[in-house]
């Protein structure tokens, strides 16, 4: 039982490059998220889905989109990284209160 | 402006003080989390209070919630070196489902030096 996944766990990209960060979760979980954290600043919703084949957008939504064509897997996609972007990045899942989260994912875009 | 506020931002104390951090806002929350985060991993779930001026001891630890569900308190008696980490107060908002989003405070780095 691995709880949450991300990968990958390191990344470093160029202004304008695009990426997909994979979420992966094996507790059969409906709720899943997207955070990014930075100093100061605490973990901030990027997009969130309710079940397969919802998503969501949270309180920072912009240049960020996110797929869930499977309940246990929640991808999220950076379409032209700009160096605002430079963040660590969170998945969660939830069943209840009790949001589980992965080891986050730490991107650089340079 | 954030609608968790946490205080203090930073602390760095002694093994064996007290201390505690507060989470306020203006809104009114119909359950309120803490989260402990070590360098390099996620946060991890500690307490979750939902009743006006319930009281939570885990240990060492005690958490309360305020009366009006707008605040709450995280209390550390006797810190330990194993007590450092990044402590995030989550609130979820009165009509949002038990399995819906939380909004995060900024979090307070604790520094508990041996």
């Known amino acids: 039982n691995a709880g949450v996944t991300q990968t990958p766990k390191f990344r470093v990209l160029k202004t304008g490059q695009s990426m997909t960060l994979l979420c992966a979760q094996d507790?059969?979980?409906?709720?899943m998220y997207w955070y990014r954290q930075d100093p100061g600043m605490g973990l901030r919703l990027i997009h969130y889905?309710?079940?397969?084949?919802?998503?969501a957008k949270g309180e920072v939504p912009d240049g960020y989109n996110v797929s869930r064509l499977k309940k246990q897997n929640f991808l999220l996609g950076l379409e032209s990284a700009a160096p605002s972007q430079t963040s660590v990045y969170f998945c969660?899942?939830?069943?209840?209160?009790?949001?589980?989260f992965g080891p986050g994912t730490r991107l650089t875009v340079t | 402006t954030q609608l968790l506020e946490q205080s203090p931002q930073f602390l760095s104390i002694q093994e064996g003080e007290n201390l505690t951090v507060y989470c306020n806002s203006s809104?009114?929350?119909?359950?309120l989390q803490w989260y402990r985060q070590e360098p390099g991993e996620g946060p991890v779930l500690l307490v979750t209070?939902?009743?006006?001026?319930e009281v939570k001891k885990l240990k060492r630890l005690t958490f309360q919630f305020g009366d009006a569900r707008k605040d709450s308190s995280l209390h550390i008696t006797a810190a330990q070196p194993g007590d450092t980490g990044l402590y995030l107060c989550?609130?979820?908002?009165?009509?949002?489902?038990?399995?819906?989003?939380?909004?995060f405070g900024e979090g307070t780095q604790l520094t508990v030096n041996p």
């Open positions: 969660a899942s939830s069943h209840g209160y009790e949001q589980y």
């Open positions: 507790m059969n979980h409906e709720y």
């Open positions: 889905s309710v079940g397969e084949g919802t998503t």
């Open positions: 809104s009114v929350f119909s359950s």
């Open positions: 209070v939902v009743t006006g001026g």
């Open positions: 989550a609130g979820r908002k009165v009509g949002e489902t038990s399995g819906s989003r939380l909004t």
